[in-house]
């Protein structure tokens, strides 16, 4: 092994919350660097965990004392420890005793994945039968169509240079993508004139 160095990520839900129990139990590892946040582990996008993403390089070995630390969802879990393995590093998770460097981990991830995308295939299927019984039942209408009527307004400020496609979506109260249907949209129809 090169000369890694030993991370460390622990996560507390709360400020009230007291992250020592899990610290105590990572100490053992010769932890070169904490990287310790107070957040909820709902979504990824947390500072610590992106500074610590960021911070990691090749043979580096990221501990946590358990997966709910790194992520709640398996997709988030599968998601955040790929990103760890792609900058050639591994991770430790030591209450399901997991780690990467292993041929059980690697295979642990293996099934982690395979049910990760079972979950993403039966929601979506679900999703679908649903909207399937509600068209039958003339229920299910779609999504409503967004119309901006002076979306040309927008189109020429961003052409201008005088705001960003995420400050006009902002702005217009909706998604970046939504903007760039309405913008193409707004295309179209100033070429067919």
Do not use: C
């Amino acid at each position: 092994m090169g000369g890694g160095k030993n991370i460390a990520y622990v996560r507390v839900s709360t400020a009230e919350q007291n992250e020592t129990r899990q610290k105590e139990a990572l100490k053992k590892y010769d932890i070169d660097k904490w990287f310790i946040e107070k957040a909820s582990g709902k979504d990824t996008n947390r500072p610590r965990l992106q500074e610590m993403l960021e911070y990691i390089r090749e043979d580096d070995t990221v501990y946590v004392e358990e997966f709910s630390r790194l992520g709640r969802s398996t997709a988030d879990l599968l998601n955040t420890v790929q990103q760890i393995e792609d900058v050639g590093a591994k991770f430790v998770s030591l209450k399901e005793n997991f780690d990467t460097k292993t041929p059980t981990g690697k295979l642990q991830m293996t099934m982690m994945a395979a049910i990760a995308e079972f979950e993403r295939s039966m929601i979506l299927e679900r999703q679908r039968e649903g909207i399937a019984i509600a068209k039958r039942e003339g229920k299910y209408k779609g999504r409503k169509a967004v119309s901006v009527p002076n979306i040309g307004t927008y189109y020429d400020k961003y052409m201008r240079r005088k705001g960003t496609k995420v400050s006009i979506a902002h702005e217009l109260g909706i998604s970046r993508t939504t903007l760039d249907k309405l913008f193409r949209e707004y295309e179209r129809s100033s070429d067919g004139n």
